[in-house]
């Protein structure tokens, strides 16, 4: 496995045929959007990515992510450490239309770590959005204290929080 950086882009297609495979170190600051939901911008993402064809002999790209982040606790309001252990497979189908297809098929998977996804046109996919992506959706839809420090100060949590909006759009997908 290369410790080299990633790339900035890649061709799903040619990633899985040549079983590339990449394990790095990201600092957390190189995640804008996912900095906004954070209390700190300490620390660093182990980010995995490797290639491969299905069993179908479809590309896939399976993101590892590891990270200790901290977030705000929506009961307490006080910071909260989130451990991601996050493992997801996006399956490139061709296009939407196999996409209904396999979405109208047993072949729908009732996994939620696993999905398809229509290949890019032109193919090609930007690797830092797709891991910030899936790092936003590792995140928990409603970070809690198990138990909290001052359970005196406990505001109702957010109704309809961005996170869980941003899961139901990804599960619409
Ligand atoms: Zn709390």
Redesign the pocket.
């Known amino acids: 496995m290369s410790s080299a950086d990633l790339q900035e882009s890649f061709d799903p297609n040619i990633i899985a045929r040549d079983a590339f495979a990449i394990c790095v170190d990201m600092p957390v600051s190189a995640f804008p959007r996912l900095v906004d939901l954070l209390t700190s911008t300490n620390g660093v993402v182990r980010v995995t990515l490797k290639a491969s064809m299905s069993a179908d002999q479809r590309p896939t790209t399976t993101i590892g992510l590891v990270a200790t982040l901290e977030q705000s ?1 929506q ?4 910071p ?1 450490t989130v451990v991601v252990d996050h493992v997801h497979t996006v399956e490139w189908v061709a296009d939407e239309a196999e996409l209904a297809r396999l979405d109208a098929s047993e072949e729908a998977l009732d996994n939620p770590d696993w999905e398809f996804l229509p290949m890019p046109v032109p193919p090609k996919v930007c690797t830092l959005d797709l891991v910030e992506d899936e790092l936003i959706l590792s995140l928990p839809i409603v970070p ?2 198990e138990v ?3 359970p005196e100060a406990a505001p109702e949590p957010a109704e309809d929080h961005p996170f869980a909006a941003l899961a139901r759009l990804k599960r619409l997908n």
């Open positions: 606790c009961r307490c309001l006080q909260v809690l204290h909290c420090a001052l």
